[in-house]
């Protein structure tokens, strides 16, 4: 998730990216929650390097790409690993066994960037960092088959400076699988019964009324949204050939940069934008 400093007006701010190369063996073997189509592998990696593109060359953030890993197969899905906040680093516990792993590489980069780090070592709690949205107030963290209420306290624990709230998720693989942040004060959510009961929960928990950006299509409301210097608002959203209806959504935030990014073959592993990297915000150049 967005490592993003605090409150609302630093909302988005980020001057570093963390993101991880694609292994072969996410073809066969990466979780899935349904057998839908094949996953071509050259084109998601074009995929995957337009993102990371995007990332370094268009809006000029410091990239650090990890290797990928074939004893990993959903190792690109680097949100999931760590919840990076202003100057602190929560390491999750992924809800799968597989993928717990996959924190090792992510620990060995967050320490070059000198992050305060501090590690999930409760073998009841699981976190995933797709289940949990940093809303630059408070955290909403969904209750998943990945994420647990033991995994959502240790946030807590992290984050004492946040309100954190849990909303549950049954039907969804994480709860940022239907809704993202689309701007400081703007929730993305998709029109499934799912994403609408979830954002009422989120409504009634929070003593903050936020503005809501609702989209025909649960996948297409998990966008990737960044405040730069230079640039101001800036949303990557998924392409008008992947989720035309949806894009037509985007392109009425007019304050707005607006890049649309294909995720047609990640997405068949339950992949979001979101999942492909971590950003975070350091408030002095290394």
């Known amino acids: 998730m967005a490592g993003l400093s605090g409150g609302p007006f630093s909302f988005g701010r980020c001057s570093h990216a963390v993101v991880r190369a694609l292994p072969e063996s996410l073809c066969q073997q990466a979780l899935r929650r349904e057998k839908a189509k094949e996953v071509d592998f050259a ?7 337009l993102y990371v593109g995007v990332l370094k060359n268009k809006l000029g953030l410091q990239v650090l790409e990890l290797p990928g890993d074939e004893s ?17 680093a929560l ?35 699981t976190l995933d960092g797709g289940d949990v949205l940093f809303t630059g107030r408070e955290f909403f963290v969904g209750l998943s088959k990945r994420t647990n209420h033991r995994g959502a306290e240790i946030l807590a624990d992290t984050f004492k400076d946040y309100a954190v709230s849990t909303v549950p998720v049954a039907d969804s693989l994480h709860l940022k699988s239907f ?16 994403a609408q009961k979830a954002l009422k929960t989120m409504q009634q928990m929070s ?17 990737v949204y960044l405040n730069i210097p230079g640039k101001g608002h800036v949303l ?28 047609t073959e990640l997405e068949k592993v339950d992949g979001a934008l979101t999942c492909c990297s971590v950003l975070i915000n350091k408030s002095s150049q290394l």
Not at 74 to 87: A, G, P, Q
Not at 179 to 194: D, F, K, T
Not at 207 to 223: E, F, G, I
Not at 241 to 251: D, L, R, T
């Open 43 to 49: 084109r998601a990696e074009r995929e995957h390097q």
């Open 207 to 223: 003593d903050h009324r936020y503005d809501k950006l609702t989209v025909p299509d649960d996948a297409a409301a998990n966008c």
């Open 179 to 194: 809704c993202s942040m689309a701007g400081p004060n703007l929730i993305a959510i998709g029109s499934s019964e799912v």
């Open 72 to 88: 990993l197969p959903d190792c690109v899905f680097v949100e999931d690993v760590v919840v990076v906040c202003e100057e602190t």
């Open 91 to 125: 390491l999750t516990r992924p809800g799968a066994p597989s993928r717990r792993k996959e924190v090792e590489a992510m620990k060995t980069a967050l320490n070059s960037l000198s992050l305060n780090i501090v590690e999930m070592t409760d073998d009841q709690a």
């Open 236 to 263: 990557l959203h998924r392409a008008p050939e992947e989720y035309p209806e949806s894009a037509k959504v985007f392109e009425k935030l007019k304050d707005h940069m607006l890049i649309p990014i294909a995720n």
